[in-house]
């Protein structure tokens, strides 16, 4: 099993992510989650694993900030994954999910290096 990226095709942060793992060999698939958007049940697990949807979405986004004030407001699962699966903009990019499925959100070549076992080079 490979570790699988989730972010959007044309963002810079998850081109970098993506570079970085094909630099140290890691094998991995990426998911444009725009073209395939995540089942509700996928974005509950990944929300409940980081700690709660506000790790999840990104609420510093255009996206968050041209959003109705009562859209903002969501309170239950349901209300999350429509939201979410409506604008796949407002998740954090990019994902990743390990082979233990373990999740995190955002790159950073420390944070990659750590989780990945010291990426040499």
């Not at 939201?83 to 373990?102: C, F, K, N, S, W």
Request: glycine content about 8%; charged content about 30%; aromatic content about 10%.
């Amino acid at each position: 099993m490979t570790t699988t990226l989730y972010g959007l095709d044309n963002c810079d942060t998850c081109r970098k992510a993506r570079n970085w793992l094909k630099r140290f060999d890691i094998p991995h698939t990426f998911v444009d989650y725009r073209a395939e958007r995540p089942a509700p049940d996928l974005l509950k697990t990944w929300a409940h694993q980081l700690g709660g949807w506000e790790k999840l979405v990104n609420r510093s986004s255009p996206t968050w900030r041209n959003l109705p004030e009562a859209r903002k407001a969501a309170a239950s699962d349901p209300e999350w994954t429509l939201l979410i699966r409506e604008h796949p903009t407002l998740v954090r990019r990019p994902v990743t999910v390990t082979a233990d499925g373990a999740v995190s959100v955002g790159f950073s070549d420390k944070a990659y290096k750590e989780r990945f076992g010291g990426g040499k080079g």
